[in-house]
C-alpha cells in the first residue's frame, strides 16, 4: 500500500508524542492511533507492530535531523565552524522538541539487539558526518593528524549525547543551546591550559 503522508506523519508525531509521555513500554497502539486522530487499525497499514513505529519513529525523524545537519556543515568552509555548527543543530533540533528530546535519549536506549541494530544503521550517516568534519580538519591541519578517528568520533557523539541527556534528565532545566559554544571549545581545545 502507499502511503498517506499526512496520516503517516500524524502516526509518527502522535508515537514521539505518547512514547514521551507514557514510556515505550506502556505506550500501547491504542493510544498511538488516538493521539494520530486514526483508527487503531488504521496503524497495521502502516507499521507491522510497536517495535516498527519505534524504529520508524528515528527513522523519520533522526533521517531528517542528520539531513539538516549534514547540508548546514556542508555549507561552511571552517572546519572549527562545521563542529560548532553540528554540535548547535544537534542542540537546537532537540530544545524546540522536548518529546522527539526524551523519546532519543531515553525511549531508543532498548536492549533488544534488532532495534540497536537499525538504530545505528541510521547513525551510521551521522557519524560519517562527524567523520568527514575530523578528516578536512587533519587535512587544514586544524586537528591533530596522529588522532585515532573512531575513538574521537565516539568521544564527539558521546560528549553532545550525553550533555542532550543531561539537559532532559533535569527536566530541561538549563538553556541547552547555550551550552554548544563550551562544548565546541572542549572537543576543539581539549583539557589544555591557555596559558
Do not use: C
Not at 516498527?52 to 545537519?69: A, C
Not at 563542529?83 to 530544545?95: K, M, P, V
Not at 587544514?140 to 564527539?156: F, G, Y
Amino acid at each position: 500500500m502507499r502511503k498517506n503522508r499526512p496520516k503517516y506523519k500524524a502516526i509518527i508525531d502522535g508515537a514521539v508524542q505518547v512514547i514521551a509521555e507514557n514510556g515505550y513500554h506502556a505506550s500501547q497502539v491504542s493510544k498511538i492511533a488516538k493521539k494520530a486522530g486514526v483508527a487503531d487499525g488504521t496503524i497495521y497499514l502502516y507499521f507491522k507492530n510497536k517495535e516498527d513505529i519505534l524504529i520508524s519513529v528515528f527513522k523519520e525523524k533522526m533521517g531528517q535531523f542528520i539531513q539538516k545537519i549534514a547540508e548546514a556543515t556542508h555549507r561552511e568552509q571552517d572546519v572549527k565552524k562545521k563542529l560548532l555548527t553540528l554540535i548547535q543543530l544537534h542542540f537546537e533540533q532537540l530544545a524546540v522538541d522536548h518529546h522527539l528530546a526524551i523519546v532519543t535519549q531515553l525511549e531508543l536506549r532498548q536492549s533488544d539487539p534488532n532495534i540497536r541494530m537499525q538504530i545505528n544503521n541510521v547513525l551510521k550517516d551521522y557519524l560519517d558526518v562527524i567523520d568527514m568534519i575530523l578528516e578536512e580538519g587533519i587535512e587544514q591541519k586544524v586537528v591533530r593528524s596522529d588522532l585515532n578517528i573512531p575513538l574521537m568520533r565516539q568521544m564527539i557523539f558521546g560528549t553532545i549525547d550525553e550533555t542532550v541527556t543531561n539537559w532532559v534528565m533535569k527536566n530541561q532545566k538549563f538553556d541547552l543551546v547555550s551550552l554548544a559554544p563550551d562544548v565546541h571549545n572542549l572537543l576543539m581545545n581539549g583539557l589544555r591550559t591557555n596559558e
